[in-house]
């Protein structure tokens, strides 16, 4: 129940506001709204939607596995629907977001090498969005025997699936957070700035590592036969990670409101 929606309303709420302090210092003290912005917030609004995704689930009884219970298979079918729901609310959230990241570098960077690739990044992530969407709905054929295995028809490894969205998630994150060190470390900024941008990259990885767990404990969880209990899980270690990675591609968004409130810090 509120294991589930408790990490949800707390990290979309956190996501929420430092996107609303981003639009704030861009649109007041920046002047300037750009095309990152706007694909920040359209991340955000998915965010926002598994959110509500995961209130509709407690409400519906998420996490109700007693045998006797005479709704059990309704729950258990809508738990199913939601679960594949969510991961395609997932990939889309995390593609946004790294294409909104993409997108401020192609504004900060003038480098033709680091845009080139940044324009080669944006083109992987249709794929991969693309596999993480419609590998998920159509895992079993018919969709339907994800959530009633009586019915005819067969189903790919669910393992491998994840393991694979997994790895190209992860394979992206660590492009797009060493794609511009190098153009970071030769710009000609105080030794002060220099280091508070790379921190910001730098926090990035922290993404990685939600992706990791998440990983991990689907895993372990679904190798013990519990679809629903591991579909939970799933959707936890999703959402948390869905907006940890628009709070860290918002922070370099955030240096002038910094600037102006803490003049000295950077």
């Not at 430092?18 to 002047?31: D, E, G, P, Q």
């Not at 409400?59 to 258990?76: A, C, D, K, M, N």
């Not at 190798?223 to 209990?229: K, L, N, P, R």
């Not at 907006?243 to 918002?250: F, L, Q, R």
Request: aromatic residues 10%; proline residues 4%.
């Amino acid at each position: 129940g509120w294991g589930a929606l408790g990490p949800a309303i707390a990290f979309t709420a956190l996501a929420t506001t430092v996107v609303m302090l981003r639009w704030y210092a861009r649109a007041r003290i920046v002047r300037c709204i750009g095309l990152d912005d706007w694909v920040i917030l359209l991340s955000l609004l998915c965010a926002i939607t598994m959110c509500i995704l995961i209130g509709i689930a407690v409400h519906s009884g998420i996490g109700i596995t007693t045998p006797t219970s005479p709704l059990l298979f309704h729950h258990t079918t809508l738990i199913a629907r939601l679960i594949v729901a969510n991961n395609s609310l997932w990939s889309l959230t995390v593609n946004i977001t790294k294409s909104s990241i993409l997108t401020q570098y192609l504004r900060i960077f003038s480098s033709p090498r680091t845009r080139t690739i940044c324009y080669i990044l944006l083109f992987l992530l249709l794929p991969a969005t693309c596999w993480g969407i419609f590998g998920g709905i159509f895992l079993c054929n018919p969709t339907a025997k994800l959530w009633n295995p009586e019915i005819s028809g067969h189903c790919r490894n669910a393992q491998t699936y994840w393991v694979s969205v997994a790895s190209v998630d992860i394979f992206l994150d660590l492009a797009i957070l060493i794609l511009p060190i190098p153009a970071i470390a030769a710009l000609h900024l105080p030794r002060k700035q220099r280091v508070a941008t790379l921190c910001v990259f730098l926090l990035g990885f922290v993404v990685c590592a939600v992706s990791v767990i998440r990983l991990a404990t689907v895993l372990a969880i679904a190798q013990q036969g519990d679809f629903v209990m591991s579909g939970i899980w799933a959707i936890i270690w999703s959402v948390v990670e869905a907006n940890v990675g628009i709070v860290c591609a918002s922070l370099l968004a955030l240096k002038c409101l910094i600037v102006k409130l803490w003049p000295g810090l950077l």
